[in-house]
């Protein structure tokens, strides 16, 4: 039986994805695999309350283990690699933390795709690795060069790794939508960095159709 694995499955992409997958992957098994235990308690619960949570397998993990990242993958051959420190003041003031996660933990998710069953994978990237400015849009610009390098180790194996980016997924743990919605309720100012900035919107739906469409079409390098 088809095995998928979710790294960060517990935030808001991972957990919509997991979700979908569940609902709509004809009987897949889907390892979500958080280093949040609350998080994962909360996915399984969630997933019980649909009905759908007879195929979620939970993995308790760091994607900074390889060893466990290697266990988690066994037998997958998709991937969909979400886990990332995301927010751009936490990794700036913990440039260290964001690197181990974001950089060393992504080159884990190749190493152990390349030595594994895996035959696709996709990282969620942001558009904030364009251009980077912060520590946070530069690893993950490191982490987006990992997997589209990955494709040149893989061509003997029938591997594929490619790279979707999203701007603010609206209503997202961390989105700025959220932040703009509480402002407006209590009457307050929007905080935004410069009125000349230009900020790139998706939904959810979007965003979890656009990784789907992406592991289904990809021939690598994208």
Same mark, same amino acid.
């Given at each position: 039986?088809?095995?998928?694995?979710?790294?960060?499955?517990?935030?808001?992409?991972?957990?919509?994805?997991?979700?979908?997958?569940?609902?709509? !992957?004809?009987?897949?098994?889907?390892?979500?695999?958080?280093?949040?235990?609350?998080?994962?308690?909360?996915?399984?619960?969630?997933?019980?309350?649909?009905?759908?949570?007879?195929?979620?397998?939970?993995?308790?993990? !760091?994607?900074?283990?390889?060893?466990?990242?290697?266990?988690?993958?066994?037998?997958?051959?998709?991937?969909?690699?979400?886990?990332?420190?995301?927010?751009?003041?936490?990794?700036?003031?913990?440039?260290?933390?964001?690197?181990?996660?974001?950089?060393?933990?992504?080159?884990?998710?190749?190493?152990?795709?390349?030595?594994?069953?895996?035959?696709?994978?996709?990282?969620?990237?942001?558009?904030?690795?364009?251009?980077?400015?912060?520590?946070?849009?530069?690893?993950?610009?490191?982490?987006?060069?990992?997997?589209?390098?990955?494709?040149?180790?893989?061509?003997?194996?029938?591997?594929?790794?490619?790279?979707?980016?999203?701007?603010?997924?609206?209503?997202?743990?961390?989105?700025?939508?959220?932040?703009?919605?509480?402002?407006?309720?209590?009457?307050?100012?929007?905080?935004?960095? !410069?009125?000349?900035?230009?900020?790139?919107?998706?939904?959810? !739906?979007?965003?979890?159709?656009?990784?789907?469409?992406?592991?289904?079409?990809?021939?690598?390098?994208?």
């Amino acid at each position: 039986m088809k095995r998928i694995l979710i790294t960060g499955a517990a935030g808001s992409i991972g957990s919509a994805l997991t979700y979908d997958l569940l609902k709509n !992957d004809n009987g897949a098994i889907v390892c979500a695999l958080d280093s949040s235990e609350d998080g994962l308690f909360r996915l399984r619960q969630n997933a019980r309350s649909l009905g759908i949570d007879e195929k979620l397998r939970d993995f308790l993990g !760091d994607i900074r283990d390889l060893e466990r990242i290697k266990f988690a993958m066994d037998s997958c051959t998709d991937v969909y690699h979400c886990a990332a420190l995301k927010h751009v003041h936490l990794s700036e003031y913990n440039p260290f933390e964001a690197i181990r996660t974001n950089i060393d933990g992504t080159n884990n998710i190749v190493q152990a795709a390349l030595e594994g069953s895996v035959e696709k994978a996709i990282i969620t990237s942001s558009d904030k690795a364009v251009n980077p400015t912060s520590m946070m849009g530069s690893t993950k610009l490191v982490a987006e060069k990992l997997f589209i390098a990955a494709n040149k180790y893989s061509v003997s194996k029938n591997k594929r790794f490619g790279v979707v980016r999203f701007g603010n997924v609206w209503n997202s743990n961390g989105s700025v939508g959220r932040i703009f919605l509480e402002q407006l309720k209590n009457g307050k100012d929007l905080t935004i960095t !410069d009125v000349n900035m230009s900020r790139f919107f998706i939904t959810m !739906d979007n965003a979890i159709q656009l990784c789907k469409y992406s592991i289904s079409n990809m021939i690598g390098g994208e």
